[in-house]
């Protein structure tokens, strides 16, 4: 992944105000990529937010990625994809919490309020843990499930214990079910 | 409606009643799906209702969960496709189509210029399909059930194309990496042409009894609205974002394959409501028309005919000549294999795949034709081996009918997937459909619903 990165003023800027907290920057196959440290993250994406001369007005797309196989330090790398409607370009940004037990990343919900479903997807899948997310909860598995079924680690063909059915709380007694 | 008893479990959710219980404002829980008529897909709203008016809204997904992305880490980059038809099942062509640019883009190739007309054409076919099918189902839970079957007549004329083209209406899994299965069928263009006014026939039919219907009318206008700042700020692409007059389409801002030869128009709404959404539905489905006129008039040349001296061998003479050992020979020699035989057209072949060996199979005349062949052959399909894009990470997006589609795809190098991440449209949009909700009616949840165009399999993958 070591294509040389050409001139940005995007990045510039970046490295301007986070100085050493900019670890990392390419553009393999034209797509522009800067990894921020943990603890400026959430700055980093207000700063491309605000900024009018980066402007990502647009939060496409929030993953995770399990870099245990690639014997990668640390584990895991959260990867946010923008878009800017101005500029019509588009950056990806990563960062890599720092505790593989217990990483933990800001929630960035404040400033791209589409970020919450994806940001529970992350935390159901990989465990990663948004401070500051309004609603941090499972969203595709239940909420009983085992692990998070996207980490390196959760065999493809683990089975889930079975789960007790649940009774329809006391307190719902107006519930109606359609 | 059934009886409350019924252990329907539900799970812990957070919605906290507004008002106290007892009290004469007291509100109700409905709870809405998974299973129902009206949630098309699997997906449950739990609302809060005063009287018919929705107070606060929940939407659970994750009920067709399958595990797509887990499931492209275990199989090679090329047998992904089966799971991606099963994406958005309305156009899983476009998903084939954006998984191919995908690993491409990973590994830096190009097919030809012919194979990109033809993934434009079965792209904008797709899109055709899965408005019509949106507009279709949209109406008929208004009770339009003509303009259902008028439309649903419309795609059937489609499905049996691409069904002659990939061999399934819905599973197609026609593209390749670095190309497609199988060239267009002989006369295929022509048959599209003449479906098309058809197909548009239908869709003015419709048109008629839909557009100024006053039951339709009154039940979408101002039904569902978002501003263009709020559906910009969730995450909305497609055209439920264009509804609201942003004019967002990848094909004009980031052309990719051919579309920035083609002349057509974006249509955008103005208030953002759903009868604007199925307004730009019918007019995307006449823009793709007109893209795929131009596309027909302009796709370059057909299969080369190549002109070997000498009689074309047949599959089972070719094998003994090969047994003989005079293979050299066999390299210039017209072969005929087996017209059932897949893949088995070298010319057409050539004509639209990517010259790459370490990503495209070669066709079935060098397979079974001469060593180099059949080790490429062996190379791209043996457990452990298959298409090994170089380490990287990629973002690639298209314009999907419900909006963009995105994969993130990370290669270690291997010849399998190492993370494939797919950004589904409906993901954002469902996630944006609680204030379009709130604050209507519980049967406006309906039409919104219908209009926003859930398709659970992309949503849940």
Known sequence: MGNPMPENPVLNRLRAQLGEAVVETHAHRGDVTVVVHPDRYHEAMRLLHDDPESDYDFMTDITCVDRLKLKLQPRFEVVVHLYSSRHNARIRVKTRPLSDTDPRVDSIVDIYPGANWPEREAYDMFGIRFNGHPDLRRILMYEEFVGHPLRKDYPVNKRQPRIPMRDIPDDRPGMMFV | ?461
């Open chain 2, 1 to 461: 409606m059934a009886d409350t008893t019924l252990n329907t479990a539900p799970p812990p959710w957070t919605l906290e009643t507004t008002s106290e219980p007892g009290s004469r404002q007291h509100s109700m829980l409905l709870n809405i799906g998974p299973s129902h008529p009206a949630m098309h897909g699997v997906i449950r709203i739990i609302t809060e209702l005063d009287g018919e008016n929705v107070l606060k809204a929940e939407i659970e997904i994750g009920y067709l969960h399958r595990g797509f992305e887990k499931d492209c880490e275990v199989v090679g980059w090329g047998q992904a496709f089966p799971y991606t038809d099963r994406l958005n099942y309305v156009s899983p062509l476009i998903n084939n189509v954006c998984f191919a640019m995908g690993v491409e883009k990973l590994l830096d190739i190009h097919p030809t210029e012919r194979c990109d007309y033809i993934r434009v054409i079965m792209s904008e076919v797709s899109r055709i399909t899965d408005h019509l099918t949106c507009v279709a189902a949209g109406a008929m839970e208004l009770g339009a059930m003509t303009a259902f079957i008028y439309l649903m007549k419309a795609r059937e004329y489609l499905y049996g194309l691409v069904e002659e083209v990939t061999g399934a209406r819905l599973t197609v899994s026609y593209l390749r990496v670095g190309g497609v299965k199988s060239d267009l069928p002989e006369g295929w263009l022509e048959r599209l042409k003449e479906a098309l006014p058809k197909v548009m026939d239908c869709v003015d039919e419709v048109d008629k009894l839909l557009t100024r219907n006053r039951i339709f009318f009154d039940r979408m206008k101002d039904v569902g609205v978002i501003s263009a700042e709020d559906a910009w700020s969730l995450g909305f692409t497609g055209p439920v974002l264009r509804s609201t007059g942003m004019a967002r389409d990848l094909r004009k801002d980031e052309p990719y394959l051919v579309y920035d030869q083609f002349d057509f128009d974006v249509p955008v709404g103005s208030v953002g409501d759903n009868y604007d959404r199925y307004l730009v539905r019918v007019e995307e489905m006449r823009q793709s028309v007109r893209i795929l006129d131009q596309a027909m008039a302009r796709i370059p040349g057909g299969p080369v005919q190549v002109d070997l001296t000498g009689r074309p061998l047949t599959g089972a003479e070719m094998v003994d000549v090969a047994k003989m050992g005079m293979t050299a020979d066999l390299l210039l020699r017209q072969v005929r294999p087996d017209p059932t035989l897949e893949g088995a057209d070298k010319a057409a072949i050539r004509n639209l795949n990517a010259p790459d060996r370490r990503a495209v199979l070669p066709p079935k005349e060098d397979t079974y034709g001469n060593i180099e062949g059949l080790m490429n052959h062996f190379m791209l399909i043996m457990e452990g081996e298959g298409i090994k894009p170089p380490p990287g990470e990629i973002y690639i997006a298209n314009e999907a009918p419900n909006g963009e589609l995105g994969f993130y795809m990370v290669s270690d190098g291997t010849g399998r997937a190492y993370r494939v991440h797919c950004r589904p449209p409906c993901y954002y949009l469902m996630q944006g459909m609680n204030r379009m909700i709130v604050g209507g009616m519980v049967a406006d949840i309906v039409p919104t619903f219908g209009m926003i165009n859930m398709i659970a399999g992309e949503l849940d993958r």
